[in-house]
């Protein structure tokens, strides 16, 4: 997914929020780390509660997904069952970990 692309993801994500998503896509690839009161944290669980893992395999870049499924961003989920379901997801890949080179 293109910068562009991924920009106007985060802008769909955060609807509810006058933020610019250049802002938050360097929030998103670490070269900033927090952006008026959003800190990367938010950014990933707002990700995590408003995308499939599938189109978070798409915006997040591969070298930030090991922050994605930490377990102090996970236990702020807003449900239970996100809360479980990226938690049985953050034990797979911890067993079998995956490339994130492409």
């Known amino acids: 997914m293109s910068p562009t692309q991924i920009k106007k993801q985060l802008a769909k994500a955060f609807w509810d929020v006058n933020v610019d998503p250049d802002e938050l896509f360097l929030?998103?690839?670490?070269?900033k780390n927090q952006s008026g009161h959003?800190?990367?944290?938010?950014?990933?669980?707002r990700l995590m509660e408003t995308y499939s893992w599938y189109?978070?395999?798409e915006i997040v870049p591969g070298h930030q997904l090991h922050s994605l499924l930490d377990e102090q961003v996970i236990s702020k989920l807003?449900?239970?069952?996100?809360?479980?379901?990226?938690?049985?997801?953050a034990e797979i890949l911890r067993r079998n970990p995956v490339s994130t080179s492409g």
């Open 27 to 31: 929030l998103l690839t670490g070269e």
């Open 78 to 89: 807003r449900t239970k069952t996100l809360q479980k379901r990226y938690a049985a997801l």
């Open 55 to 57: 189109q978070i395999l």
């Open 38 to 45: 959003i800190t990367k944290e938010r950014l990933l669980r």
